[in-house]
């Protein structure tokens, strides 16, 4: 497809679960960002690739979140040891080069930790 | 700290009225201004992109509207749909390529019939 995907678009962990949260963006973008949105809030920043280097993770909450893309196109934000303050929308948006050229979102993952 | 503040932060109105909504800004240089639309279980999508250049800017039934000296932005959206239902969302991105877009939290907007 021509937009960004992600996998699973719904996923329901127990606390203390790991999850591993896919973003596959559009073909050709050098620039991937992942997102968490709360219920009735905007996107918050969570980190952020130029192809295969993670340029800023300044946005990660806590150590239990890490993520990669290690081809410079998929990346995948995998959660550790899942809390209840996780549950939020994962949103991953790429651009052609930077944060200055246009995101285009993904559809995002649900994740609800029980 | 950079902010972005929305308001209202939730609208109902009726089919074919037009609206208003508001976004006041910190964020200081910026590059741009946009404004997404965001539907229930998707993405945000873009409507429209502002420069501090530029005071306006429509897509459509979407006139955004910016004053740079004031630091604010508007959304106005005329003879409503019910599909314009959504989220809108005013993004401000620093002048700096690699800093983070600042989001606001964005308006509920419900158009009834």
């Known amino acids: 497809g021509a937009g960004v995907s992600q996998s699973p678009r719904y996923k329901v962990a127990k606390r203390g679960q790991d999850v591993a949260l896919r973003c596959d963006p559009i073909?050709?973008?050098?620039?991937l960002f992942w997102y968490q949105q709360a219920l009735g809030q905007g996107p918050e920043f969570l980190t952020y690739?130029?192809?295969?280097?993670?340029?800023?993770k300044s946005g990660l909450p806590s150590d239990r979140f890490f993520a990669e893309r290690p081809e410079g196109s998929v990346s995948t934000l995998k959660i550790q040891r899942t809390q209840q303050e996780d549950s939020a929308v994962y949103l991953c948006?790429?651009?052609?080069?930077?944060?200055?050229?246009?995101?285009?979102f993904g559809p995002g993952t649900r994740l609800t930790v029980l | 700290k950079n902010q972005v503040e929305q308001s209202p932060q939730s609208l109902i109105i009726l089919e074919g009225k037009n609206c208003t909504l508001q976004?006041?800004?910190?964020?200081?240089?910026?590059?741009?201004l946009r404004w997404y639309k965001q539907d229930t279980g998707r993405g945000p999508v873009s409507l429209t992109i502002?420069?501090?250049?530029?005071n306006t800017k429509s897509n459509g039934r979407y006139t955004a509207t910016l004053d740079a000296d004031t630091k604010q932005s508007s959304l106005h959206i005329t003879a409503s749909q019910l599909s314009d239902s959504a989220s809108y969302i005013c993004?401000?991105?620093?002048?700096?390529?690699?800093?983070?877009?600042?989001f606001g939290k964005g308006t509920r907007l419900s158009v009834i019939a």
């Open positions: 948006a790429s651009s052609l080069d930077g944060s200055l050229d246009e995101q285009f």
């Open positions: 690739f130029q192809n295969e280097a993670q340029l800023d």
């Open positions: 976004c006041n800004y910190t964020v200081s240089p910026f590059s741009n």
């Open positions: 502002m420069t501090f250049s530029e």
């Open positions: 073909s050709g973008h050098v620039s």
């Open positions: 993004v401000v991105t620093p002048n700096s390529g690699n800093t983070p877009l600042v």
